[in-house]
């Protein structure tokens, strides 16, 4: 079974900014395409972005687009996700997933059901 950390949370005030990383335990991860999800207390898992395996494609959920931009370093074998212009509605655990393929230019789908593999999660509040 893959794991992975999600670090990088925390609590920020409302306008400010927080990086998040996720990082896999003992594999590498350049061949995962790789989403971002969070979940609010009382709500359903709600997909952020995600990210081919090269990196060079990206999606973004409506919500977020234009506010957090995820991206990835093969070479040091992260995935991020860039939160700006934080809200308290963003208040949620976030937890990263991989997608298993042979495609490396593919970019999944903002459906929790295409991934394979979810880490543990990472809190992150943002007070008004």
């Known amino acids: 079974q893959l794991q992975f950390v999600e670090s990088g949370g925390g609590l920020v005030q409302a306008g400010g900014s927080l990086r998040l990383l996720c990082t896999p335990s003992?594999?590498?991860?350049?061949?995962?395409?790789i989403g971002w999800f969070r979940q609010a207390p009382g709500q359903g898992r709600e997909a952020i972005a995600s990210?081919?395996?090269?990196?060079?494609?990206?999606n973004h959920a409506d919500s977020v687009k234009g506010r957090f931009t995820i991206s990835r370093d093969n070479a040091m074998n992260a995935v991020y996700l860039q939160m700006n212009s934080l809200k308290p509605e963003d208040t949620a655990v976030y937890y990263c997933a991989a997608k298993a393929g042979n495609n490396r230019y593919y970019v999944p789908n903002l459906n929790p059901l295409e991934f394979d593999y979810w880490g543990q999660g990472a809190q992150v509040t943002v007070s008004s």
């Open positions: 003992g594999f590498s991860l350049d061949t995962y395409a």
């Open positions: 990210i081919s395996a090269s990196g060079s494609s990206t």
